[in-house]
């Protein structure tokens, strides 16, 4: 009887670490990619795996306080055109805000 609980034992725990190995690379994707394999899993992932911890670690970046932002496009909110922010800061300074109003 141990022996095929030791097994079931070993076998949760690895079913686990490929579980959680799943989510940790999910993660490091395209907002995209981690979406669609996100969709696919229940909202128990959230009680099982460290998902916050991980999340801190994924998205953490390498900017310090002072350092020059990363250059992006968006798309217009009536999506006539697309703003670049290096286009931006050749002009003048920009501040970039990133909260709630609400």
């Known amino acids: ?10 076998v949760l ?18 907002p995209e990619t981690f979406g669609r394999v996100m969709k696919h899993l229940p909202d128990a ?13 994924a998205r953490a970046g390498h900017l ?8 992006f496009s968006l798309i217009k909110l009536d999506k006539s055109a697309t703003v670049q922010l290096s286009t931006l800061t050749a002009k003048q300074p920009v ?5 709630s109003y609400t």
Do not use: C, N
Request: glycine share 6%.
């Open 13 to 30: 725990a690895i079913l686990y670490v490929s579980f959680v190995g799943l989510i940790w690379w999910a993660m490091h994707q395209p």
């Open 1 to 10: 009887m141990r022996k095929y609980v030791l097994r079931a034992v070993i």
């Open 45 to 57: 992932v959230f009680l099982v795996a460290p998902f916050e911890t991980m999340w801190t670690h």
């Open 95 to 99: 501040v970039l805000v990133f909260g």
């Open 64 to 71: 310090q306080p002072g350092d020059t932002a990363p250059d």
